[in-house]
């Protein structure tokens, strides 16, 4: 057991010092082999007391520079140190002379009297001979954690900083982008510009000649026919005879030159469209942006890059559902118009029933459906929340919906028409391309303004008006093409609107086509109704593949903005589904 021996060792050092300690420095190296020997020089560098014998050896074999200077004192050394009261008992206030080994504690004279069971009491004075190299360990330890502490106020005060810079930085690199692009527009426009006026010009020059040769026509034609009124009125059967022999060559040139300016078309309306990246731009709207956050790898997940090349892709079935009666619905749903919010929610018209859904990616209703006054046909999504639907609130119409982010579906403005328009697709921001039927003109366009005009000065469509749902129509804009499905031809016709070039494509995959697409890389995709599958093609008429289904007669097709979705809907009698496909780039 240690000793018990109560003695007051720092009383005799005490003096008339009032809460004070005075301490004579010992050679450290001495104190180590148990010798007290008086230190009379101190070693800054290493932070150890030396005495005369100790001080050489230290400076010639202890590695390192070694500043040496004098102690306080050549035979003893006194410093005052106020310990802050650490040096008393919290218990009693008396002075701690001894430490508890067996409880970790330190204990002044009163507190030995509970601890004096103690297997190991050691007293302090005896003890502490052999603390310091300990004490300076934890100096370097706890200087250690200070300059660590020191770094991590610097690093919070550099990554506010950072911060701070950083959002600086990313508005500038907005406003450039912002100002790159508005002068690109600028200069798109004006160059825009520049070639509808020299097509005007080279029009217009066209146009005058037209009315020229026109006007000398009319000119001949009012002398040819006021002489036929006067032969006629006046002249003998002889006269009447010669006249009208002479005229048989002079109509056929008439006839002729009638026939020449028929064949003179022009362009009466110019109008504009944009890329797909530029349409898809507007679509983002607020999410078009990306924040990268680097610590935390935060990265723009962009869509799979399917829009530069038409290569052919698969088809991986995500959901399926059947498509029964539910709710207030009259008949079982027939969906006849699909398409995609930039979201990647989806909207549906219910043909039957007549309304519009919005659906989530697990083909599940979201929010209350809007309800028609009469059959709608189709839908299309011309930006982030506004939708366009033919036939709905009237037979020749077009309603304009909204979509909130909430799913609430609101008609904007109802538009009415001259024709019946069926299938409704994106042409430019400010138009879409109808398909129509009980019309001779089986393709038209129409603003979001409502302003009707045809396709027939410049591009040639087959001579015969469709009725029901004989045909559809999509237009892939960024290669100004359009599509129109024939369904009892068994062909789908492809037209370039700017070169006015058209081809018909024809292929024992494609029977009956109904809805079509544009899809992944500018090509199309076209359900094959009577082959049960979807077709893909380039819009040079170039078949990538076919995808059987599992469902019966597909009519309706999209494809979501970012082109890694594909949503397809069938028209079979009693057992109606929608189907929700990944689409992904397919292997070599």
């Known amino acids: 057991m240690a000793s018990k021996r109560f003695v007051d060792s720092n009383r005799d050092n005490a003096g008339d010092f009032n809460g004070e300690s005075a301490v004579t420095q010992s050679c450290e190296p001495c104190m180590k082999?148990?010798?007290?020997?008086?230190?009379?020089?101190?070693?800054?560098?290493?932070?150890?007391?030396?005495?005369?014998?100790?001080?050489?050896?230290?400076?010639?074999?202890?590695?390192?520079?070694?500043?040496?200077?004098?102690?306080?004192?050549?035979?003893?050394?006194?410093?005052i140190l106020d310990m802050k009261g650490m040096d008393k008992c919290h218990e009693h206030a008396r002075e701690i002379e001894f430490f508890c080994q067996d409880h970790s504690k330190l204990c002044c004279l009163s507190c030995v009297l509970i601890h004096r069971k103690c297997d190991q009491l050691d007293e302090i004075a005896k003890v502490s001979r052999q603390t310091r190299p300990e004490l300076q360990a934890l100096k370097h330890s706890l200087i250690k954690l200070q300059s660590e502490a020191d770094d991590f106020l610097a690093d919070c005060k550099q990554s506010e900083t950072g911060l701070n810079e950083s959002i600086a930085k990313i508005s500038s690199e907005v406003d450039t982008m912002k100002d790159r692009i508005i002068k690109l527009f600028e200069e798109a426009k004006q160059k825009l510009i520049s070639e509808a006026k020299q097509f005007k010009i080279a029009d217009v020059k066209r146009i005058r000649n037209k009315r020229d040769a026109s006007l000398k026509v009319k000119e001949e034609l009012n002398k040819v026919l006021s002489m036929c009124c006067?032969?006629?009125?006046?002249?003998?059967?002889?006269?009447?005879?010669?006249?009208?022999?002479?005229?048989?060559e002079k109509r056929k040139t008439i006839e002729s030159a009638m026939d020449d300016q028929r064949k003179i078309k022009?362009?009466?309306t110019m109008t504009v469209s944009f890329p797909k990246q530029v349409t898809s731009l507007l679509e983002m709207g607020s999410n078009s942006i990306k924040l990268?956050?680097?610590?935390?790898?935060?990265?723009?997940?962009?869509?799979?890059?399917?829009s530069s090349q038409s290569k052919p892709v698969t088809l991986k079935l995500l959901v399926s559902v059947d498509l029964p009666k539910t709710g207030d619905d009259k008949e079982k749903p027939f969906l006849s118009g699909l398409d995609f919010l930039p979201d990647g929610r989806l909207v549906a018209v219910d043909n039957f029933n007549m309304k519009?859904?919005?659906?989530?990616?697990?083909?599940?209703?979201?929010?209350?459906?809007?309800?028609?006054?009469?059959?709608?046909?189709?839908?299309?999504?011309?930006?982030?929340?506004?939708?366009?639907?033919?036939?709905?609130g009237g037979y020749k119409t077009v309603c304009l919906l909204s979509v909130s982010t909430d799913n609430t579906i609101t008609l904007t403005r109802k538009i009415n028409t001259t024709s019946l328009f069926i299938s409704i697709c994106c042409m430019s921001p400010s138009h879409m391309v109808v398909s129509t039927h009980y019309d001779p003109r089986p393709v038209r366009m129409i603003s979001v303004d409502g302003v009707e005009t045809d396709f027939d000065h410049i591009l040639t469509f087959p001579k015969k008006t469709y009725q029901g749902d004989e045909s559809a129509c999509t237009y892939v804009q960024s290669k100004n093409t359009l599509v129109l499905t024939d369904q009892l031809a068994h062909t789908v016709f492809m037209y370039d609107t700017v070169n006015g070039t058209s081809r018909a494509v024809t292929n024992e995959n494609i029977q009956e086509p109904r809805g079509a697409c544009p899809g992944p890389g500018d090509t199309v995709l076209v359900c094959s109704k009577d082959k049960h599958s979807i077709v893909h093609l380039t819009i040079h008429g170039t078949i990538l593949g076919t995808y059987p289904l599992d469902m019966k007669?597909?009519?309706?097709i999209c494809v979501s903005k970012d082109s890694t979705r594909l949503a397809v809907s069938n028209c079979a009698e009693g057992v109606k589904k929608l189907h929700l496909y990944k689409i992904s780039p397919a292997m070599s």
């Open 33 to 79: 082999t148990n010798i007290s020997k008086t230190a009379t020089v101190f070693c800054k560098d290493c932070d150890e007391y030396l005495c005369d014998t100790c001080k050489n050896p230290h400076t010639v074999y202890k590695p390192g520079q070694h500043n040496i200077v004098n102690s306080q004192g050549s035979k003893s050394s006194s410093v």
């Open 230 to 248: 006067v032969v006629l009125d006046s002249g003998t059967p002889s006269q009447q005879y010669i006249y009208s022999e002479l005229m048989k």
């Open 356 to 392: 519009c859904i919005i659906l989530n990616e697990r083909l599940q209703r979201l929010g209350t459906p809007y309800k028609f006054k009469s059959i709608p046909q189709s839908v299309v999504c011309v930006s982030h929340d506004t939708l366009c639907v033919t036939g709905g």
């Open 553 to 556: 007669f597909p009519y309706i």
């Open 266 to 268: 022009f362009l009466s």
């Open 292 to 306: 990268n956050c680097v610590g935390n790898k935060t990265v723009d997940t962009s869509p799979i890059s399917l």
